[in-house]
């Protein structure tokens, strides 16, 4: 499958350099038809070379090959057509699939596993394909720019190839269902104060930060379609990532200590936060960076324990996708804007908050798989 996929790419390029008589895209139809020589276990060094190449070169020779497909057809084929569009967007949820199992369907080390999934998150979904459609007449596709600008179309993309990846290792699925240890009480509880939190922190208005608890002002509030999907395509990667692809891999990673829980649920949450770094490169000022990167620390730990206590991986999904969409439809914007003492202080003290709450449903887990008194 990959050698067919290698072969398309191939194809496409040579066709727009043949159209535009651009000589110049031999040069990378040659480097990508090299894949077809890639050894699964490379002994020799140019064979090594090759595939760590090969590795890094596919990643956007997939998409180009697609991108060079749409220019050279434009005036054969009506890409603007609702059915065109439709069957793209299914061929770049899946364009990636021979290309994961090849490189990535064997490594069983746990650690390099957590460093594949961030790199299929940050550069595979999240990158390449914006890469199809960039300088296309697809690029002026309102609904296409709205998909790809949103990041939710490589949020679909990532959880294809999380599913697959994961299955393909020999893990279990998200979990769905309630777990039957839950207590009732602690679980109208924690919806209660999850929804109080998710009006206070979009709408919490007042005079001063005790009113704010309970005076919510919607008047600002303005439903986007790009504030939607992109606070979708956090709760849907982001929670796929960190909260179920990391928590279990790294719960069998300390399966022989004592608080894997802790453990798990602290690692996964440390690298929750310290991708938000990557808001600066975006524009965003350090300020307000290092404000998300703390925040998102506690927030993190919190969807960890809500998904443990609750096993119900919809939970942490739901609940991220309404605070990111909310904050995005009443401020106006995706990034943060300026940051000052008191904004500091208020994210310090809600995310001492979450980690106080995060760590008494931890020990809850943990008592409770532990066969210890607990709620």
Request: proline fraction near 2%; charge should be positive; include cysteine.
């Amino acid at each position: 499958m990959f050698k067919a996929q290698v072969i398309f790419n191939a194809l496409a390029i040579f066709a727009y350099s043949a159209l535009t008589e651009n000589l110049y895209l031999f040069g990378p139809i040659i480097l990508n038809l090299l894949a077809l020589y890639l050894k699964q276990h490379p002994q020799k060094i140019l064979d090594r070379i090759n595939y760590l190449f090969q590795l890094f070169f596919q990643v956007f020779i997939i998409p180009e090959s697609y991108h060079y497909l749409i220019n050279a057809t434009t005036r054969l084929y009506g890409w603007n057509l609702p059915s065109s569009i439709a069957l793209l967007l299914v061929t770049m949820l899946l364009m990636y699939i021979p290309y994961a199992i090849v490189f990535f369907g064997n490594i069983q080390n746990k650690f390099w596993q957590l460093v594949i999934l961030i790199f299929v998150f940050e550069y595979v979904a999240m990158g390449g394909l914006s890469m199809v459609t960039y300088g296309t007449i697809l690029y002026f596709n309102p609904f296409m720019a709205t998909l790809i600008n949103s990041a939710f179309l490589g949020a679909l993309g990532f959880l294809v190839l999380t599913l697959l990846l994961m299955r393909h290792w020999g893990y279990s699925w998200p979990k769905m269902r309630l777990a039957k240890a839950a207590n009732i009480k602690v679980l109208i509880l924690l919806l209660i104060v999850s929804i109080w939190f998710v009006l206070w922190n979009a709408f919490g208005g007042g005079n001063n930060l005790f009113t704010s608890f309970f005076s919510f002002n919607f008047s600002n509030l303005t439903f986007k379609p790009e504030y939607i999907l992109s606070g979708l395509e956090a709760g849907i990667a982001e929670e796929l990532l960190f909260r179920y692809a990391f928590l279990t891999i790294l719960l069998l990673a300390f399966r022989n200590t004592r608080f894997k829980i802790f453990y798990a649920a602290g690692i996964s949450s440390l690298c929750f936060s310290l991708l938000h770094l990557g808001n600066i490169s975006a524009g965003q000022s350090v300020a307000n960076t290092l404000n998300q990167v703390v925040f998102a620390f506690g927030f993190g730990l919190l969807m960890c324990g809500l998904y443990l206590y609750t096993e119900m991986f919809y939970v942490p999904v739901i609940f991220h996708i309404l605070v990111d969409t909310l904050v995005f439809s009443v401020s106006g914007t995706l990034m943060s804007g300026k940051v000052t003492l008191a904004d500091s202080l208020l994210t310090i003290l809600e995310t001492l908050i979450f980690v106080a709450v995060a760590i008494a449903i931890l020990i809850a887990v943990y008592n409770r798989r532990n066969k210890s008194f607990g709620f």
